[in-house]
């Protein structure tokens, strides 16, 4: 996020502070340009002076031509040593006085010409003039080391582009470094919000974000508000309804239990060699009242079964309502043996696996973990309920407990419930916690609420749900593994 950001500043700034550098570059040149015009006009003014101080023809051939410095040019060598010099040629370049360096400069006028010399790692400024002197018409010239003009090129790496380079790399980096801890509290907000649970939607404290943030951070904890109201009301009113529900539900089930059982009372032998056929007219007729309605043994149980599934389906909404973590805040959780958990609903089940011919065992450890009980038993009889209902008679249920060696850590409790029934393909296994989906195909009657409110149980606990394959490549293996 502040990626692009830390970037445009960057961008935003450097390129400024280039544009400032090349502006120094600029200023830095004209001054110099300045000066060495300064530097010009003094060459200029020196050159009749030094054309004087020739004073009379060479006395003999072969020799040099008398020669008194003027006090200016006396002055201007004494303070430039090492950067200044003079020489004195005939028309025809031949060298009379002066340094034999400065050569080839002999002008076709008598105007002032200018020239640039290297000399000695030196950069030299070289005002040349032909004119009149004491010895005839000959060629003198001037040469300045101390030419800022000249200097400047060579020296604007030293002087100019690397200290502006150092600038702005410094600058770069400072601003790198202010840009991160600038918006290190909009990335703290950033990753608070994507590590959230979608479940969780308390406000975010305002306290913590920088000020420009704040109207951003208000607007989502309104949004949180309004969705956590939303999300309240939905769920109060799934309790409220499934809470409703139970009552009339459960006297409807006792009402139908009741019939089925006298159904079942009332159903007569049938004599040797009789069918059974000839007495159920009869029996109807003498004991039916005047415009009721006569329910089979059969229709009695169809019903009875269909009430026992609304009734589950009742409870299982109440308890998925009650499994949301914000509505556990004000409970606090407790210390829960699961073993003795896994031994109670051990007992609970034997009678619904035994009638179906099933083998429930139990293989558990003392083991102990934090949390709510009630919601540890909804999550554990979920499980156990579901491998016995999909389980085929003569199969084999164990619920387990204990401790599993972690990963990279200590042992981690955990909680596991395994059939060898048909089994979950492990193309529908993350679809089969959602809530009423159920794998096409299934056989058996189910309302598809049975791992997805013990997946929002394990989530309650922080703990992790996961569906494997059973031990000989057939069936599910469901484990529960709390953290350490």
């Known amino acids: 996020m502040t990626a692009d950001l830390r970037n445009r500043l960057l961008l935003m700034l450097v390129v400024p502070l280039c544009l400032l550098a090349l502006v120094a570059v600029a200023i830095d040149y004209r001054s110099a340009d300045e ?31 008398p020669l008194l410095l003027a006090p200016p040019i006396e002055d201007f060598l004494r303070t430039n040593p090492g950067y200044s010099a003079y020489s004195v040629r005939d028309t025809n370049g031949k060298l009379l006085l002066g340094e034999p360096w400065l050569h080839n400069f002999v002008p076709t006028t008598q105007v002032p010409e200018f020239h640039s010399v290297e000399f000695g790692g030196v950069t030299y400024r070289v005002a040349v003039q032909r004119g009149r002197t004491g010895a005839g018409e000959l060629v003198v010239a001037l040469a300045d080391g101390s030419d800022p003009r000249q200097q400047w090129a060579q020296q604007l790496l030293l002087r100019v582009l690397l200290p502006n380079l150092i600038l702005v790399a410094a600058a770069a980096l400072a601003i790198h470094w202010a840009v991160g801890r600038a918006f290190r509290p909009l990335v703290e907000l950033a990753e608070a919000v994507e590590h959230r649970s979608p479940r969780d939607l308390s406000p975010i404290d305002e306290a913590t974000s920088p000020a420009e943030v704040r109207p951003l951070v208000q607007s989502l904890n309104r949004l949180f508000a309004l969705v956590n109201a939303q999300a309240e009301g939905q ?27 006298m159904a079942k009372a009332s159903k007569p032998a049938p004599r040797p060699g009789a069918t059974g056929l000839e007495s159920k007219p009869a029996l109807a007729q003498q004991s039916r009242p005047q415009g009721a309605i006569v329910l089979g043994a059969d229709q009695i149980e169809k019903l009875r079964n269909a009430t026992r599934r609304t009734s589950q389906l009742a409870h299982q909404l109440l308890a998925l309502s009650r499994a949301d973590a914000r509505s556990l805040d004000a409970q606090p959780p407790q210390r829960v043996d699961l073993k003795d958990l896994c031994e109670t609903l051990l007992e609970t089940f034997l009678d619904p696996a035994t009638g179906k011919g099933l083998d429930l065992g139990l293989e558990v450890d003392p083991v102990h973990v934090t949390g709510h009980g009630w919601l540890l038993r909804e999550l554990l009889s979920n499980l156990v309920d579901n491998a016995i209902k999909y389980t085929p008679a003569g199969g084999v249920v164990t619920i387990r407990c204990g401790l599993r060696p972690g990963r990279a850590g200590p042992p981690r409790v955990f909680l596991q419930v395994e059939d060898d029934g048909p089994g979950v393909p492990e193309a529908e296994r993350s679809r089969v916690m959602q809530r009423f989906y159920r794998v096409p195909g299934t056989v058996g009657e189910g309302t ?4 997805a409110i013990a997946d929002e149980i394990a989530r309650v606990h922080r703990a992790s749900l996961t569906l494997g394959t059973g031990v000989h490549g057939r069936g599910l293996v469901v484990t529960v593994t709390f953290p350490t």
């Open 235 to 261: 769920r109060r009113f799934v309790a409220d309804a499934a809470h409703q529900l139970r009552t009339p539900l459960a006297g409807l089930q006792a009402q139908v239990e009741a019939w089925a059982m």
């Open 448 to 451: 598809g609420l049975g791992l």
């Open 35 to 65: 000066a060495a015009s300064q530097h010009d006009q003094r060459l200029l003014r020196l050159l009749p002076a030094l054309a004087d101080s020739v004073l009379a023809p060479p006395l003999r051939e072969n020799e040099a031509p």
